[in-house]
């Protein structure tokens, strides 16, 4: 099977240091892959690079074999890349119905229409709702985003990703601050996704990730350190080391 | 239609009120059209109030509805102010209405083409590159010699409106014909801001980052916005130029660009009502005290907007118009004044987190109250 997604020797560097170290993965279609890592290990510049936040030092970034290194953020988005952010990025003024809305007209060019009224497409409300209701969001639907709780706004986070209804999916932990009694919301509607959709996931908390995962990257200091699947990378002696805390031992 | 289910039908409903008139609206356009019948004599005031008002919408499709910051906004009213002028002196489009559009699209060329300068940058960078084009245009204008230099374009004899309504001494034409043009022109921008292009707009200026990572092209969004506020402007200014038969520099004045973002500041930005009703407020409070205290008349909109933006929009008012009445009443000196104000001003200024208290009560009450006389309202009809 060919790969969807693939970096080649992908560096980033920020003055004097190096937050992407050569790193070259290669995600299979419809994979379930983890990446993993300490702090600061470099796992959210990997998430801004593949979606064109930032531009690589040097290195190349390919989507279905096509070279995107060099395009903008909304054009990744219109070939199938979508993301959703560590700390929420949402538009706080905006209902989830209007966030949602926007995402899904956006999505089928109608966006830039400025003499029809929003709301006057039946398509878009129907999906709209569509989505929110999956998300349990359909009884805030007409709420003010920056009020919402937080556990709601985490679940708007993650709809408004699939709103864009990607190929590729990078959920930047999409579980972290969320209370344990709401977390398996999201998890659920993470695992309820089509499975020829790829999802690459960062995530700190491991039985999400080993219950997730089918591959498993790790990340240390920028660098790619271990990658397989979950338990061989369970196994590994040099992660659990890493893990731990101690110094990474080269043998 | 019939097919939907409830909660689609409802979540259509929830999309279309935002762009339904509420009674608050109505009312605004029936008493601003009835001043052409009952106001004979203050038309000059509202001619200048009209092109003011829709100077300032056309900076509120900007800064209030895609979080562009400018304090040269006045580059575009007064490119389009010299355009209508030229047009009409040489004869080039003798029409006002098709001069005037002429005159709108000729500015929102000029927006296009600076537009990719407010792309990138900070709020400040936005303020200075701004700033910046209405200088250069202001010196151009200065240097040239088809703009007459430092005496403006003089010499400007406007043709009757759609070839019927010549412009009489009273300005009545020049008034209808400026209340309707902010009117059509309102009209567009509440569809425009209702529309999935504006609800895009509102998504950048409240998160960029996010924006485009759902496939926003925020810039071509930004440009599109600022091209079409700087034809607003230039039409704005083209109303000008015609209703006085006179273009100066002072339409590319860095006053005009800071008093319109006063005058949306004051009004309130993003519902695009606040440039009409900052309008009105800013040109009646100035007329008044232009007549009553000359000299000294931009001190008390300098309270005004201090004790605004202490106590909020309707308190502070209010607190300020207090203490200008007391320093009438009293009889005082202008030196008398200055200081009881500015001691009025301090022992307010440390009593502010009490006053707040009491004024967030008083709106709470006052809201309590509104919602009552609304229930009634509902079940009596």
């Not at chain 2, 509420?22 to 200048?48: C, M, R």
């Not at chain 2, 927006?111 to 407010?118: I, R």
């Not at chain 2, 607003?232 to 006053?255: H, K, N, W």
């Not at chain 2, 006052?366 to 309202?377: N, R, T």
Request: neutral net charge.
């Amino acid at each position: 099977m060919a790969p969807v997604l693939e970096t080649k020797g992908l560096v980033k560097e920020f003055g004097g240091i190096t937050a992407t170290n050569d790193v070259s993965l290669t995600v299979q279609k419809g994979a379930r892959h983890a990446l993993i890592g300490p702090n600061g290990a470099g796992k959210t510049t990997i998430i801004n690079l593949l979606t064109g936040v930032l531009r690589p030092t040097t290195g190349t970034i390919l989507l279905e074999g096509r070279d995107i290194t060099s395009l903008d953020p909304h054009k990744r988005v219109q070939l199938g890349i979508a993301r959703t952010f560590q700390i929420n990025q949402l538009f706080n003024d905006m209902t989830p119905l209007e966030t949602i809305g926007l995402a899904v007209s956006e999505r089928l060019e109608l966006g830039g229409q400025w003499w029809r009224l929003v709301g006057s497409k039946s398509v878009v409300i129907e999906e709209s709702v569509e989505i929110l209701d999956r998300f349990h969001l359909a009884d805030v639907m007409d709420h003010r985003t920056g009020d919402l709780p937080y556990g709601k706004q985490r679940l708007l986070e993650i709809a408004l990703a699939i709103a864009c209804k990607p190929n590729v999916l990078l959920l930047d932990e999409p579980a972290a601050g969320v209370p344990e009694a709401e977390r398996h919301d999201i998890l659920d509607a993470v695992a309820a996704l089509p499975k020829d959709v790829t999802v690459m996931l960062i995530e700190h908390d491991m039985d999400i990730v080993f219950s997730f995962a089918d591959r498993i990257s790790v990340l240390v200091n920028g660098g790619l350190f271990v990658e397989g699947p979950p338990d061989e990378v369970a196994r590994d002696p040099r992660v659990k080391a890493v893990y731990l805390g101690e110094e990474v031992v080269h043998g | 239609m019939s097919m939907d289910k409830p909660i689609v039908a409802q979540a259509r409903g929830y999309l279309l009120s935002r762009a339904r008139w509420s009674p608050f609206e109505i009312i605004f356009w029936i008493v601003a059209f009835a001043s052409i019948f009952f106001l004979q004599s203050k038309h000059l005031i509202l001619t200048e109030i009209a092109i003011l008002g829709l100077f300032a919408l056309s900076l509120d499709l900007i800064l209030g509805y895609a979080g562009i910051v400018s304090l040269g906004h006045a580059a575009f009213f007064g490119f389009g102010a010299y355009v209508a002028g030229l047009l009409a002196k040489h004869g080039i489009i003798k029409e006002p209405v098709l001069a005037m559009l002429a005159s709108g699209v000729a500015a929102m060329a000029l927006g296009f083409v600076t537009s990719f300068l407010v792309l990138r940058g900070s709020d400040l960078t936005r303020l200075m590159v701004t700033l910046g084009v209405a200088l250069v245009l202001r010196e151009i204008a200065n240097r040239l010699d088809i703009t007459g230099g430092a005496d403006g374009l003089q010499g400007i004899v406007m043709e009757p409106v759609l070839g019927h309504f010549a412009f009489d001494i009273f300005g009545k034409t020049a008034y209808v014909y400026s209340l309707v043009t902010l009117f059509i022109l309102f009209l567009v921008a509440r569809r425009i801001v209702n529309s999935p292009f504006g609800l895009s707009l509102r998504s950048v200026k409240g998160n960029p980052l996010r924006a485009s990572a759902i496939g926003i092209n925020v810039n071509i969004r930004l440009v599109a916005v600022y091209t079409i506020a700087a034809g607003y402007a230039g039409i704005a200014g083209a109303l000008l130029t015609q209703a006085t038969q006179f273009a100066s520099l002072s339409v590319f004045d860095f006053e005009r660009s800071a008093d319109v973002m006063l005058i949306l500041i004051i009004g309130g930005t993003g519902y695009l009502y606040g440039g009409l009703i900052g309008s009105v407020l800013f040109k009646l409070v100035q007329d008044y005290l232009a007549n009553v205290n000359p000299q000294y008349w931009q001190f008390w909109l300098g309270l005004v907007l201090v004790m605004m933006i202490m106590f909020g929009r309707v308190y502070g008012a209010v607190m300020a118009t207090i203490i200008y009445v007391a320093c009438l009443a009293l009889k005082l000196s202008f030196m008398q004044s200055i200081i009881i104000t500015i001691i009025a001003v301090a022992v307010l200024g440390l009593m502010r987190p009490q006053i707040l208290q009491i004024t967030s009560r008083i709106t709470e009450r006052a809201k309590a109250a509104l919602d009552g006389v609304k229930a009634k309202f509902r079940r009596s009809a």
